[in-house]
């Protein structure tokens, strides 16, 4: 078993910037890849980045591709998301995933967060 806990989100303006990040406990971290995702109201829920064990190879989806960057640091068995450069499109709950490989797929992710709500203003 894998927990994983999100936290930073909350309100910003667009143009603005929050980090969030996931805490993991349990199993051994290094032997998961991590994913964010997104689900805004009323749509099914998206990709947003990925990043594989080492943390040396990274996917985003084209829409945040440029203005988000996911990072993990294996010591502290954190994944972190920089969001920058918001735009109100992009408010939504945030969940972190663990599974075996850095995917889009969503039901490759065996583990997952509870969620933390990003809302972007105009």
């Known amino acids: 078993q894998v927990q994983l806990v999100e936290s930073g989100g909350g309100l910003v303006q667009a143009g603005g910037s929050l980090r969030l990040s996931c805490a993991a406990s349990?199993?051994?971290?290094?032997?998961?890849?991590l994913g964010w995702f997104r689900q805004a109201p009323g749509k099914e829920r998206e990709f947003v980045a990925a990043?594989?064990?080492?943390?040396?190879?990274?996917l985003y989806a084209d829409s945040v591709k440029g203005r988000f960057t996911i990072s993990r640091d294996n010591a502290k068995t954190t994944v972190y998301l920089q969001m920058n450069s918001l735009k109100p499109e992009d408010t939504a709950v945030y969940y972190c995933?663990?599974?075996?490989?850095?995917?889009?797929?969503?039901?490759?992710?065996?583990?997952w967060g509870q969620g933390t709500q990003v809302t972007v203003s105009s």
């Open positions: 995933a663990a599974g075996s490989f850095a995917v889009v797929t969503t039901a490759l992710y065996g583990y």
């Open positions: 990043i594989n064990r080492s943390g040396i190879s990274t």
């Open positions: 349990g199993r051994t971290f290094t032997n998961y890849a």
